[in-house]
């Protein structure tokens, strides 16, 4: 196990959440691919953390791991929010907020 | 004591300019007496200090130089403004204010019946114009002669619009300074030359004889447009519907000489311009004859008189072509007296009679003595009786002319004389001693303010002829009169003039048979015809265009740029899906592009 | 006080905007005399600056400097030169007139004052800054709050649709005042992003890292970028001044505005375009101002007789001045082409005349307009008659725009075209001159068709003369018309040694003509 | 090697899962998919010394998102047909993907490598101090944080705000 792989499978993880966010059109979807985005992102900093030596990492993850769940708790609301307004919460029904 | 040379001067310019301050600026002067009472006393004034210039004058001094810089050029100068006073100067101030004084006491009596804010705005402009003609006359330069000139031009609009209910006299008002207007633009790029060639305003600055014809030719074209030359004269017999004294002042005594004096002044480069000169005889002596012509066919007394003007002025002309600056000065001051005399008196019987058309007039000789009196010395000063000023400055100009032989100018000038006598005398016939007509018969004499001024001009309509000698010596020429075979030649076809027009015309006002087609073919303007018809037909329909262009290509093309805005942005505002998946894509694609980019580096 | 002089000058209409602010809307009395004070606060001011600047000692004088942005080298530099203090002068007269012109105004009177008082701390702001950044801050807020004051308090016209383009009028609200406002904006800050460009590319290419216009000055620039920066200050600057073909916001624009806001654009606006070539342009980069030259002052040729000739044609009355402003423009800008002490004297002796002159004219036009409820020309007539105060004044600006002496006009338009003369290209000078002929054309005829003939028609049933404070902005301004045109060394004392030194900065490094 | 084998595991694990949550077509099952995930990666950390981190993953993350994950699908679903999880353009969402993957593994493989440290791992104990001590700006702006989520999360979904009760009652 080294770095090069973990920072490897977090690049991997990373793509799959950026492929999920491109493709979905259910708030719930992307809110999931950005789960997967952030989850990468975490694997990252607890990563450097191991092969530095370095708590700091750590830390960070914690920060990151609670602004995800604040993320998650607004996304759902406002996704709960479309559902109301358009029985309906594919993402694209929004667009007419354009008009 | 004398006062010095140049606080009279200073007295003459600035007593009418104050005057026309005052009365510009200060409406309650303006619209009472104090108005007329004001500009008369400045006018006066002024005429006081000239005729004590030109005493001082009389013994020979050196030209007195008074300049200010008025504009500046990295530190230095570049033109000055100021008084020079000198014997040119001084006699064409006191030809200026005495004129301007007589018209003005005569306005007193004309225009009486005006409301008194009207009177107020008349005396105010001319107060204006004296102070303006001052500026010119008084000139150091040539520049600030073309402040001048330029300043009288405008009163000269003003007052032919005096009535300017009138569409006729606003008309003819815009018709004469757009025509001097045109022609001036000569004598500005004239100055731009002269100052690049010569790198002053001065006349007497040293130039080569080439860049004098070029220059000299410029200010020639602004000379044609202000002293009524041919072709440019059409605006002259137009600007007589001012009031009959502003035609005595600014249309026949001494705005439109203003032309004749610049070439005086600018003696020392008209010198030296042969070929300019040359053209200007010949232009001079056609214009005469030209104008003599189309005087002999008006009904209109006043314009009978403004194209004896043109006549007269383009005997000046000749003169100075000629190489006479003598000639050409001294007719303009006889001249100058004897019009502005004719003119004050057609003023009298136009006041008299209610109308200016010949046809109304007859039989004022018994009702209107004074009048008929100076009008005659006038009328024979002009047609050059022998022994009349008129007679001593018409042969003058003759015998210059004729100095080089016997040439087809000479010729012209000769007709012309013969046909003033011949127009002056049918004039005289139809106004004094034809028989009375409805109009002319209620007709009586005119008040003191009128007569004064005849009286006045009279005696030097008589006189000045004998006063040669002096301005021989004020010009630092000699004059010696002596009769010569053109000099006879001249008065007999003037007494030949009158005579002939006495057995035509004596009871009948209408034209013989013989001269009706070609009066036909004057009468109609074919000149005025074609400026007309060249400004609306040419130029309105131009400024048309462009205007239409500046609408309809110009400006549409800037909206069309704004449309292209308009429409590339409805397209482009279809990028913004707000699906914020899409928006994603673009942003992963830019910073895809981005790391490309940067790892191709 | 007297060394924090300019501070106050650009403060004053500031502070008196704040102040009208606090006023209630209601009080129209009040609100005026405010906004009076405020413009007359800053007429005297522009005085006291002439009166306090040594035209002997000539240069930049009364600096002031406070650092804004220190880290890029900006700074509030305020100084001033002959020009500035010519042009300061130009704008106290022409905001104390237009405030007075405006009393009529009683529709939200209190925010069209305050956008006029802004507009004009921007316009002296412009006037009297050294640093060229404050000097765009100064000039964006002079330009922008004129987009408020022509689409609320303008008027709409009908323009007929024709021409080629026609496609394009449905598109538009052509002639509405909105329209005209928008063009105005629109154009004016497309020239602003133009300017933005050049004056990074010279903070940037000097490197001094400093908006100093001095230093920026002495700075040497690649011919290269010379070149190409000097078209965007002429036309970023030229479509404030008008210059062809940028011109087609100001008839549109200037016919919309209400009387104060046509007096103050075409006024003082348009001076701050041509102020900029001049100023930035031709001093920052002499060898594209030489380079370019015979170009510009082609174009300004071009402008002059072209803007002549369509106002001419025009028969509404706004238009009428306001092509008249296109052409007059064309001699300022005629006049900084020539390169020549002339032709910069004459470019800033016509911004002050052309300015005083232009705003009577919008004064008087105003007036006709209140009291007819008609710019048409040939619906009026005879209204000497009725108003002769006005026709007298209507006169003397007509005399000034045709160049006439003993004008301000005349002193302007002589010297550009004597400087023309002087330059490579004298025949620009005989077109200067048609140009002038022209203007008598059309200036007359106007006059003509609407002052003189037979008394107004019963139509026109609301006309009169000025009255009380209507009669002030005419005469001041008349006056002042009068006033430069008699004894122009009053302006020239001050512009003569500042055009020296600048033009030193130009022509010296050319090495060519004096 | 046990080491290389566990994390071949657990990696293969999360990418797996992570596949199938971005091709899930049913809402439910992609959010299972997720817990998955996160657990698996909760091994990873255990693997990478950071005990205390998996912890607080398994807590947080599969207690309590994925329990509001579910909710939020529950409640907003209402037949099967809208559960289902649309997609779009697979093709180009999946080159650039894979171009992005490319990149990275590129730039990984390029850089120096860097072997474990040997340095004791961080303890709670560690955490905790630099929590309260370095971090605490940070870790006071995160409560806040939470709070103003929390409060905003039910301003979101209250439904009887007084301007909304106007609109429906039109």
Redesign the interface.
């Known amino acids: 196990?080294?770095?090069?792989?973990?920072?490897?499978?977090s690049?991997?993880?990373?793509?799959?959440?950026?492929?999920?966010?491109?493709?979905?059109?259910?708030a719930?979807?992307?809110?999931?691919?950005l789960?997967?985005m952030a989850?990468a992102t975490?694997?990252n900093l607890?990563?450097f953390?191991?092969?530095?030596?370095?708590?700091?990492g750590?830390?960070f993850?914690?920060?990151s791991?609670?602004?995800?769940?604040?993320e998650?708790?607004?996304g759902?609301?406002?996704?709960?929010?479309l559902?109301r307004a358009y029985?309906?919460?594919?993402?694209?029904r929004?667009?007419?907020?354009?008009h | 004591m004398l006062a010095s040379p140049v606080s009279l001067a200073l007295t003459a310019l600035l007593a009418p300019g104050a005057v026309a301050l005052l009365l510009a600026v200060a409406t309650p002067l303006r619209n009472r007496k104090s108005a007329i009472v004001l500009s008369v006393l400045a006018a006066l004034s002024s005429l006081v200090a000239a005729i004590l210039l030109v005493k001082g004058q009389l013994t020979p001094t050196p030209p007195q130089l008074l300049t200010v810089p008025w504009l500046l050029q990295g530190g230095v100068p570049f033109a000055e403004i100021g008084l020079r006073i000198d014997g040119i100067s001084a006699s064409m101030l006191l030809v200026v204010t005495f004129v301007a004084s007589c018209v003005q006491i005569f306005s007193v009596g004309y225009m009486h019946d005006e409301s008194p804010p009207a009177q107020g705005r008349y005396f105010t402009y001319h107060s204006l114009f004296l102070t303006a003609m001052n500026i010119l006359v008084l000139a150091p330069n040539l520049l600030q002669l073309f402040l001048g000139w330029e300043l009288v031009g405008v009163t000269s609009y003003l007052l032919i619009g005096y009535y300017y209910r009138k569409p006729s006299a606003a008309k003819a008002a815009v018709k004469a300074f757009w025509v001097t207007k045109f022609a001036d633009m000569g004598l500005l790029i004239g100055l731009l030359v002269l100052r690049s060639k010569t790198g002053s305003f001065d006349w007497d600055a040293t130039i080569t004889p080439q860049a004098a014809n070029l220059v000299t030719l410029l200010l020639f074209v602004a000379v044609m447009g202000k002293s009524a030359q041919f072709p440019l004269h059409i605006w002259l017999p137009d600007a007589m519907e001012g009031p009959t004294p502003v035609s005595a002042l600014l249309h026949a005594a001494t705005m439109v000489a203003a032309g004749v004096f610049l070439i005086v002044r600018g003696w020392p480069l008209f010198e030296l311009a042969h070929s300019t000169r040359a053209f200007m005889l010949g232009l001079g002596s056609v214009t005469a004859l030209l104008a003599a012509t189309m005087a002999l066919f008006q009904n209109d007394i006043k314009k009978v008189l403004a194209y004896s003007t043109c006549s007269q002025l383009g005997y000046m002309i000749a003169a100075l072509g000629a190489g006479s600056l003598l000639g050409g000065f001294f007719h303009l001051t006889t001249h100058a007296f004897f019009k502005a005399l004719l003119f004050l008196g057609a003023g009298s019987v136009i006041h008299a009679v209610h109308s200016n058309d010949l046809r109304d007039m007859g039989g004022l000789a018994r009702k209107m003595p004074v009048t008929t009196l100076t009008f005659v010395i006038g009328a024979l000063s002009l047609a050059g009786l022998p022994g009349l000023a008129g007679f001593f400055s018409k042969d003058l100009i003759l015998e210059a002319v004729g100095e080089h032989g016997f040439s087809l100018w000479l010729v012209l000038l000769l007709v012309s004389a013969f046909l003033t006598a011949f127009y002056m005398g049918r004039l005289l016939l139809r106004v004094f001693f034809a028989p009375a007509t409805e109009k002319s018969s209620h007709a009586h004499e005119s008040g003191g303010f009128l007569l004064l001024p005849l009286g006045l001009l009279a005696v030097p309509a008589l006189a000045t002829g004998y006063f040669g000698g002096m301005f021989g010596q004020l010009y630092g020429t000699a004059y010696h009169f002596h009769l010569g075979n053109i000099g006879i030649l001249a008065a007999g076809l003037g007494v030949l003039g009158l005579l002939l027009s006495y057995v035509l015309y004596r009871h009948r006002a209408e034209h013989p048979a013989l001269l009706a087609p070609l009066g036909r073919l004057i009468e109609h303007g074919p000149m005025d015809r074609l400026y007309e018809g060249g400004f609306h037909r040419v130029a309105l329909p131009f400024a048309a265009l462009v205007g239409w262009i500046d609408r309809y290509l110009v400006d549409g093309v800037m909206n069309l740029t704004g449309l292209a805005f308009i429409v590339s942005g409805q397209k482009i505002r279809r990028i913004?899906?707000?699906?914020?998946?899409d928006y994603?894509?673009a942003t992963?694609g830019g910073v895809l592009a981005l790391l490309l980019y940067g790892v191709m580096r | 006080m007297t060394e924090h002089i300019l501070s106050l000058i650009v403060a004053a209409p500031f502070v008196a905007a704040l102040i009208l602010l606090f006023l209630p809307p209601k009080q129209l009395g009040l609100i005026r005399f405010t906004a009076a004070i405020g413009a007359f606060v800053s007429l005297v001011l522009s005085l006291y600056v002439a009166f306090l600047y040594n035209s002997q000692a000539g240069g930049l004088q009364l600096a002031e400097v406070y650092p804004l942005v220190p880290s890029l080298g900006i700074e509030l530099r305020l100084a001033v030169d002959g020009w500035g203090v010519s042009l300061l002068i130009l704008t106290g007269v022409i905001i104390f007139a237009g405030v007075l012109a405006s009393t009529s105004l009683a529709d939200r009177a209190k925010e069209f004052f305050v956008l006029l008082l802004v507009l004009v701390a921007g316009v002296f702001g412009v006037f009297v800054s050294q640093d060229l950044f404050v000097f765009f801050l100064f000039y964006e807020i002079a330009v922008l709050p004129m987009y408020l004051l022509i689409g609320i308090w303008g008027s709409s016209h009908k323009v007929t649709e024709a021409g080629p383009l026609r496609f394009v009028w449905k598109w538009f609200d052509i002639g509405g005042r909105e329209y005209a406002a928008m063009k105005l904006t629109l154009m004016l800050l497309v020239g602003s992003a133009f300017i933005l460009v050049g004056l990074l590319a010279l903070y940037f290419s000097a490197g001094a890292g400093t908006f100093d216009m001095a230093v920026l000055a002495k700075a040497h620039y690649p011919r290269s970028l010379q070149l190409w920066a000097f078209v965007l200050f002429w036309l970023g600057f030229g479509s404030l001044a008008g210059v062809f073909p940028f011109h087609t916001w100001s008839p549109d624009g200037h016919a919309s505005a209400p009387t104060a806001v046509s007096m103050l654009h075409a006024g003082v606006l348009m001076k701050l375009g041509a102020f900029g070539v001049m100023r930035i342009g031709m001093m920052m980069l002499p060898d594209g101002a030489r380079f370019w030259a015979p170009v510009v002052g082609a174009v300004a040729v071009v402008n002059v007789v072209y803007g002549a000739l369509s106002a001419l044609s025009q028969k509404d009355l706004k238009y009428i001045i306001a092509y008249s402003s296109v052409s007059h423009m064309g001699v300022v800008m005629l006049g900084a082409a020539t390169l020549t002490q002339s032709g910069w004297n004459g470019a800033i002796y016509q911004m002050f005349a052309h300015g005083i002159m232009t705003g009577l004219f919008f004064a008087l036009v105003g007036h006709i307009y209140e009291r007819a409820h008609s710019r048409e020309v040939a619906k009026m007539g005879g209204f000497a008659t009725v108003m002769p105060g006005v026709a007298a004044f209507f006169t003397l600006a007509g005399l000034s725009s045709l160049g006439l002496p003993g004008t301000a006009g005349f002193v302007a338009e002589f010297l550009v075209f004597a400087g023309a003369w002087q330059s490579p290209q004298a025949w620009w000078s005989l077109f200067g001159v048609l140009g002038a002929f022209v203007t008598a054309v059309y200036v007359l005829r106007v006059s003509r068709a609407v002052f003189f003939g037979e008394g107004p028609s019963p139509h026109f049933h609301d006309l009169r003369d000025a009255r009380r404070v209507e009669w002030a902005p005419l005469w001041i301004l008349g006056g002042t018309l009068l006033l430069c045109g008699i004894w122009p060394r009053l302006l020239l004392d001050f512009i003569d040694p500042a055009t020296s030194s600048y033009l030193r900065l130009v022509v010296a490094v050319a090495g060519g003509q004096p | 090697m046990i080491?290389?084998v566990?994390?071949g595991l657990v990696?293969g694990c999360?990418?797996l899962a992570?596949?199938l949550?971005?091709?899930?077509k049913n809402?439910i099952h992609?959010?299972l998919w997720?817990g998955v995930?996160?657990g698996a990666?909760a091994v990873?950390?255990v693997?990478?010394?950071?005990p205390?981190?998996a912890g607080?993953?398994l807590l947080?993350?599969v207690g309590?998102?994925m329990t509001?994950?579910i909710?939020?699908?529950m409640?907003?679903r209402?037949d099967q047909h809208?559960a289902?999880?649309?997609?779009?353009?697979?093709w180009?969402?999946?080159v650039?993907?894979?171009f992005?993957?490319g990149m990275?593994?590129t730039a990984?493989?390029t850089?120096p490598?860097?072997?474990?440290?040997?340095?004791a791992?961080?303890t709670v104990k560690?955490?905790g101090r630099?929590?309260l001590t370095e971090?605490v700006l940070?870790f006071e702006a995160?409560s806040l944080?939470?709070l103003a989520?929390?409060i905003?999360?039910i301003v979101?979904?209250r439904r009887d705000r007084p301007d909304r009760l106007v609109e429906e009652s039109r």
Do not use: W
């Open positions: 196990m080294t770095l090069g792989l973990c920072l490897i499978l690049a991997a993880l990373f793509c799959i959440g950026l492929y999920g966010l491109l493709t979905h059109r259910h719930i979807g992307l809110l999931l691919s789960e997967l989850n975490n694997i607890i990563a953390s191991r092969f530095r030596g370095d708590s700091m750590q830390v993850a914690l920060f791991i609670a602004l995800t769940v604040t998650v708790v607004v759902l609301a406002i996704v709960i929010l559902h029985r309906d919460a594919r993402v694209g929004a667009s007419e907020f354009r | 913004q899906t707000g699906i914020a998946t994603v894509l992963v | 080491e290389q566990g994390f990696a999360i990418v992570a596949l949550v971005a091709r899930a809402a992609g959010v997720l995930v996160l990666t990873l950390y693997m990478l010394r950071a205390f981190l607080i993953q947080l993350y309590g998102v509001l994950m909710l939020g699908v409640l907003t209402h809208e289902a999880l649309e997609r779009k353009r697979p180009l969402a999946g650039l993907s894979l992005l993957l990275l593994v990984i493989q850089s490598e860097l072997h474990a440290s040997e340095a791992p961080a560690d955490i630099s929590l971090h940070a995160l944080l939470l989520t929390m905003g999360a979101l979904l």
